[in-house]
């Protein structure tokens, strides 16, 4: 399918039967995409897999399942398999008959979640992280980290870790109140 103009080329079957199966599966993909990129994170209920970049890509196998990719924010990232689970359940839901497969190269970055993502974290009370995160980030020395409340940079980390292994825990000393920063990584 080419971008410009939406219509299939001839490499996709146009004009040998191949056209209308071709634009089934384009549309079947697209739609498992959606589907999928509307499942929440367990652990943070107001980013969908989408927002924070899990969501890879999709695509229909020869046996019409739809596989889609999904990529773990971390190796050891214990939501994964309900993430998988809620894909299934809500492409089974739409008919869409599936499986889920981890990628694990390239590592997940935060530089893949949105800008909306990013947003609804900040709303929600966490603190995002800083798109493009230098090297620095790496090796524990974080750049500046706006409080999510009241948005001052006059905040110190208290712990590495917050709620989940994703997040750090961060005071602000101007307004007083703890909050959790999801780690550049």
Same mark, same amino acid.
């Given at each position: 399918?080419?971008?410009? &103009? ?28 959606? =589907?999928?990129? %509307? +499942?929440?994170? !367990?652990? =943070?209920? +107001? ?21 889609? #990719? *999904?990529? !773990? &924010? @971390? ?11 809620? *894909? ?7 008919? =869409? !008959? ?29 603190? !995002? ?12 020395? #974080? %750049? ?9 940079? %006059? ?8 709620? &989940? ?7 602000? &000393? ?6 959790? @920063?999801?780690?550049?990584?």
């Amino acid at each position: 399918m080419t971008r410009a &103009t939406g219509s299939l080329s001839r490499e996709a079957g146009e004009g040998r039967g191949g056209a209308p199966a071709a634009l089934a599966a384009a549309r079947l993909r697209a739609d498992a995409l959606r =589907i999928a990129g %509307e +499942v929440a994170d !367990p652990e =943070i209920p +107001v980013l969908s897999i989408a927002d924070l970049g899990v969501l890879r890509d999709a695509r229909v196998a020869e046996d019409g399942q739809v596989e889609v #990719d *999904i990529t !773990p &924010t @971390y190796s050891g990232c214990p939501a994964m398999n309900m993430i998988a689970v809620n *894909i299934e359940t809500a492409l089974d839901a739409a008919g =869409i !008959p599936a499986r889920v497969k981890l990628v694990l190269s390239p590592a997940w970055t935060t530089d893949w979640m949105t800008q909306a993502g990013r947003d609804k974290l900040r709303d929600y009370g966490i603190a !995002p992280p800083a798109p493009k995160a230098s090297r620095r980030a790496l090796f524990g020395m #974080d %750049e500046e980290v706006a409080c999510p409340r009241c948005g001052s940079t %006059e905040t110190e980390k208290l712990s590495e870790f917050g709620s &989940t292994a994703c997040k750090a825990l961060w005071r602000c &000393t101007a307004c007083k109140e703890p909050f959790d @920063y999801f780690k550049c990584l």
